[in-house]
Nanobody
Framework: VQLQASGGGLVQAGGSLRLSCAAS????????MGWFRQAPGKEREFVAR????????DYTDSVKGRFTISRDNAKNTVYLQMNSLKPEDTAVYYC???????????????????WGQGTQVTVSS
């Protein structure tokens, strides 16, 4: 199984980025997909999740109204559209796959079976 995250970069505050995560080696439609982030010296934190099937979404409060998670099952890809970026959004962003029937807390990294390598997002003030 491989999750390949891309799309990170350096952007000014108020700008936008779109992260992508291409999955291979798994039945993509059988997995909820999440995005987490980790800033230097901090724990990895939940950002967003999209379920499968159905496509319902969950977000951490600090990104609601600014970030949008989506998925394209035909392309085995999950996206994170990030608008109105703030310096506090600076982190390494990771995509992760959670089996659809998991009963574990979706906000916990422990509930995700597979992880991508991370992509750096830096927001300058």
């Amino acid at each position: 199984v491989q999750l390949q995250a891309s799309g990170g970069g350096l952007v000014q505050a108020g700008g936008s980025l779109r992260l992508s995560c291409a999955a291979s080696g798994l039945t993509f439609s059988s997995y909820n997909m999440g995005w987490f982030r980790q800033a230097p010296g901090k724990e990895r934190e939940f950002v967003a999740r999209i379920r499968s099937p159905g496509g319902s979404t969950d977000y951490t409060d600090s990104v609601k109204g600014r970030f949008t998670i989506s998925r394209d099952n035909a392309k085995n890809t999950v996206y994170l559209q990030m608008n109105s970026l703030k310096p506090e959004d600076t982190a390494v962003y990771y995509c992760a796959a959670q089996y659809y029937s998991s009963v574990l807390n979706y906000r916990s990294p422990l509930s995700y079976r597979y992880w991508g390598q991370g992509t750096q997002v830096t927001v300058s003030s």
